[in-house]
């Protein structure tokens, strides 16, 4: 059972909605992290978040949004995406951003932009 | 030159083979080093650190040679539960935070 939990796993939007993705991690961990996962793509670091500090933002549009209200819950909102932002988002979390620990994923949400 | 490689594979082995794979990096001054495994459609999981020293888990053997900048990952005795993707994650410090580095991954299938 993961200790990092998102919601929702599957998202179908139109190119006009908007949405948010949640993630919430239960694991005491102080830094957070969106990825991007393309088919056969390797990961894509979009954001990370260190204690409520937003420290990267990996030259993502702004048509994504990231929210980070307290160190266990991360928010990417989305508004005015295009097709070929279908993909798997996907959080973690770390102890903190200053360590070289590991990271634990959640189960994704699974983002289709018709 | 990639940060961080592997070979996509896919390595196909069958039941009870011993596969290993490799991942190079380009920073001599990484510091962490770990295996995920990732299934199909599902998030990457941790299967295990790295140590300068080695690391066995069961089956599985991580080793780090730093002189020739690689990771590997050997499995014994193979289960076709082990299919999947192994993803390879080097950290690295830049500006005092870490810099987390994804290999594409390396795709096995074990066959019965």
């Known amino acids: 059972e993961t200790g990092v939990t998102q919601t929702p796993r599957h998202l179908v939007m139109g190119m006009t909605n908007k949405k948010s993705l949640k993630c919430e991690q239960h694991?005491?961990?102080?830094?957070m992290y969106w990825y991007k996962q393309s088919a056969k793509k390797p990961l894509e670091l979009m954001f990370v978040y260190n204690f409520k500090e937003q420290t990267e933002n990996n030259s993502v549009p702004s048509r994504f949004s990231p929210e980070c209200p307290n160190s266990s819950h991360l928010f990417l909102h989305l508004h005015t995406l295009q097709p070929e932002d279908s993909a798997l988002y996907l959080c973690?979390?770390?102890?903190?951003?200053?360590?070289?620990?590991?990271?634990?994923f959640g189960q994704g949400t699974r983002l289709t932009v018709v | 030159r990639k940060e961080v490689e592997q070979d996509p594979g896919p390595f196909n082995v069958p039941e009870g083979a011993t596969v290993a794979f490799n991942c190079t990096y380009s920073n001599s001054a990484s510091q962490s080093f770990f295996w995920y495994r990732q299934d199909c459609r599902k998030e990457p999981k941790l299967l295990m650190s790295?140590?300068?020293s080695g690391n066995e888990d069961g089956r599985f053997t991580a080793q780090l040679n730093r002189a020739s900048q690689y990771i590997s990952l050997l499995i014994r005795d193979s289960k076709l539960s082990d299919s999947a993707t192994y993803l390879c994650?080097?950290?690295?410090?830049?500006?005092?935070?870490?810099?987390?580095?994804f290999g594409t991954g390396t795709k096995l299938q074990v066959i019965p």
């Open positions: 694991l005491g961990h102080n830094a």
């Open positions: 790295v140590y300068s």
């Open positions: 973690a979390s770390s102890r903190s951003q200053d360590e070289g620990t590991e990271a634990f």
């Open positions: 994650v080097v950290i690295s410090f830049s500006g005092g935070y870490q810099k987390v580095t």
